[in-house]
């Protein structure tokens, strides 16, 4: 299932304002805003889950530059998927 990276969420995001946010998209299989540990508030970044890619470019075109707790948000493609790499580590022989 494609996955987008969404930054400069404001330190009040949680996870349930990002799955609702993106739900105007499509259907989002989860949402999860980064937390600090000792603070509990978002660190500025996250990560949605889209049911499909189409979802996702309709999230990038609708949701890419749009307002969220009174922050603009930026969508980007995970970026532990860039140059086709999955972010999975593999046993080296």
């Given at each position: 299932m494609p996955k987008v990276y969404v930054g400069n969420l404001a330190s009040s995001v949680t996870s349930r304002d990002l799955m609702a946010h993106f739900e105007r998209a499509g259907e989002?299989?989860?949402a999860l805003a980064v937390t600090d540990r000792i603070t509990g508030r978002c660190r500025g970044f996250g990560f949605v889950e889209m049911a499909e890619l189409s979802d996702v470019a309709?999230?990038?075109?609708?949701l890419n530059g749009s307002l969220l707790n009174g922050q603009l948000i930026r969508i980007e493609p995970d970026p532990s998927l860039r140059n086709g790499k999955s972010g999975k580590r593999t046993a080296r022989s």
């Open positions: 989002v299989v989860s309709v999230a990038f075109s609708l």
